[in-house]
């Protein structure tokens, strides 16, 4: 089983930075893709990226955010710049046995519990 915990959720203005950060315990060396996805109210959950053997983003997202690792500490980042109030939601970590990366959500093993993250305009 792995956890997955989120931090760094917070209020930010429009075109501001912040980074979000998923710590992973227990057995971490199955989690061998770590999504983040984001909901907000009212609206189904949303793919945002990927880190795994490679890095992929969400359209709305390229350019903006990044995602890294480091494996030292099990923990994977969010940083998102050039924040838009669009970027307003709770955002959530997620991770797969599998090495094959997928935008579902239903095919994640295991979820964080989420970190809300709200952008002033």
């Known amino acids: 089983q792995v956890l997955l915990v989120e931090s760094g959720g917070g209020l930010v203005q429009a075109g501001g930075s912040l980074r979000v950060s998923c710590a992973a315990s227990g057995r971490t060396d199955s989690a061998n893709v770590v999504a983040w996805f984001r909901q907000a109210p009212g609206k189904e959950r949303e793919f945002v990226g990927w880190?795994?053997?490679?890095?992929y983003y969400a359209d709305s997202v390229k350019g903006r955010f990044t995602i890294s690792r480091d494996n030292a500490k099990n923990t994977v980042y969010l940083q998102m710049n050039s924040l838009k109030p669009d970027d307003t939601a709770v955002y959530y970590c997620?991770?797969?046995?599998?090495?094959?990366?997928?935008?579902?959500?239903?095919?994640?093993?295991?979820w964080g519990q989420g970190t809300q993250v709200t952008v002033s305009s």
């Open positions: 997620a991770s797969r046995r599998s090495t094959i990366a997928t935008k579902m959500p239903t095919l994640y093993d295991y």
């Open positions: 880190i795994g053997r490679n890095t």
